[in-house]
């Protein structure tokens, strides 16, 4: 007869066996043991996938962990210094200054809260004074244009004399007023023998002429004509129609505020001449051109200076 396996149960307490002996390859609840490996193998399968989710699960919170700028956020009780935000002094800042944290919460020892001082507001800027103009005066000297067009030549100003006698003047209407008759040495006489002629369409009392040799004369050494601009600190150009007989004239010009003297001087001993004086200048307001001309010597008779007309722009 084949000897048959026998076996026990063994005591899960390690106590020995217990229970009836029963043959090898006989099911202990009742199963097979194919049937036991596949519930084995079934247990294990169930196993590595619940290992394979916490190994899954672990690795999505280390990521996120990693990705956190500032690390893992302190709890509501945490009492360690937070790190300092950007913009603040290194070292951070105690719970206490966190919004919502209580006074006395602070860490003994650590500094308040530093804040960057404010930069202080722009000072407004000073206004810049206006620079006063540069003073400026030149003369320079020319024959004088056969006819000569007082209303092209004075847009701003213009004076004509001697139309009417010595005591006669004609300025332009409406002008600026800006030239002044200051008189001058030695009595004046009227003379029509002018080398030029001069006209106007736009003076007063006298409309218009067309074609006047008129003028005035002084005779005498010293003798002679004062005449003032005013200057207004813009650029002005003066222009001076005079002459002489048998002498030599001196014209001075200069500015009521000092300043040199410019000095030009015209000659001839033996009969008439004449120029164009054109003075250029630039003065504040409230100073004054101031212009003379005067007989500076004589080679006989009555030598004289002339003045015929005065013309501003």
């Known amino acids: 007869?084949?000897?048959?396996?026998?076996?026990?149960?063994?005591?899960?307490?390690?106590?020995?066996?217990?229970?009836?002996?029963r043959r090898a390859g006989e099911p202990v609840d009742g199963r097979t043991r194919s049937e036991q490996r596949r519930l084995a193998r079934a247990r294990q399968r169930r196993?590595?996938?619940?290992?394979?989710?916490?190994?899954?699960?672990?690795?999505?919170?280390?990521?996120?962990?990693?990705?956190?700028?500032?690390?893992?956020?302190?709890?509501?009780?945490?009492?360690?210094v937070l790190p300092a935000p950007a913009g603040r002094p290194s070292g951070g800042f105690p719970v206490a200054?966190?919004?919502?944290?209580?006074?006395?919460?602070?860490?003994?020892?650590?500094?308040?809260?530093?804040?960057?001082?404010?930069?202080?507001?722009?000072s407004p800027s000073s206004p810049v004074a206006p620079q006063p103009a540069a003073v400026h005066l030149d003369?320079?000297?020319?024959?004088?244009?056969?006819?000569?067009?007082?209303t092209a030549a004075g847009t701003r100003d213009w004076v004509h004399w001697g139309l009417r006698g010595p005591g006669s003047t004609v300025r332009k209407r409406d002008g600026s007023g800006e030239i002044a008759d200051e008189g001058g040495r030695g009595d004046r006489v009227g003379h029509d023998v002018s080398p030029e002629t001069f006209s106007w369409r736009d003076g007063a009392p006298v409309t218009s002429s067309s074609a006047t040799t008129t003028g005035v004369s002084a005779c005498g050494v010293g003798s002679g004509f004062a005449l003032a601009v005013n200057g207004a600190g813009?650029?002005?150009?003066?222009r001076l129609y005079a002459g002489l007989w048998m002498a030599r004239g001196r014209l001075?010009?200069?500015?009521?505020?000092?300043?040199?003297?410019?000095?030009?001087r015209l000659e001839d001993p033996h009969t008439t001449h004449t120029t164009e004086f054109t003075v250029?200048?630039?003065?504040?307001?409230?100073?004054k051109l101031l212009l003379t001309w005067t007989?500076?010597?004589?080679?006989?008779?009555c030598g004289n200076v002339n003045l015929q007309a005065v013309a501003l722009r």
Do not use: I
Request: proline residues 12%; negative net charge; charged residues 25%.
């Open 295 to 301: 007989v500076e010597a004589t080679f006989g008779g």
């Open 280 to 287: 250029r200048f630039r003065a504040p307001k409230g100073t």
């Open 234 to 238: 813009e650029a002005r150009t003066v």
């Open 139 to 150: 003369v320079a000297q020319a024959d004088v244009p056969a006819a000569v067009d007082l």
């Open 97 to 122: 200054d966190r919004p919502g944290s209580p006074a006395d919460a602070a860490t003994p020892g650590l500094r308040p809260r530093q804040r960057t001082p404010a930069a202080p507001p722009p």
């Open 252 to 264: 001075e010009a200069r500015l009521s505020s000092g300043g040199g003297t410019a000095v030009r």
């Open 47 to 80: 196993r590595w996938a619940v290992e394979g989710l916490v190994v899954v699960a672990c690795l999505v919170a280390l990521g996120v962990y990693a990705a956190a700028p500032d690390g893992p956020a302190a709890g509501p009780d945490d009492e360690a």
């Open 1 to 21: 007869m084949a000897q048959e396996d026998l076996t026990r149960d063994v005591d899960p307490g390690g106590r020995g066996v217990s229970g009836p002996l």
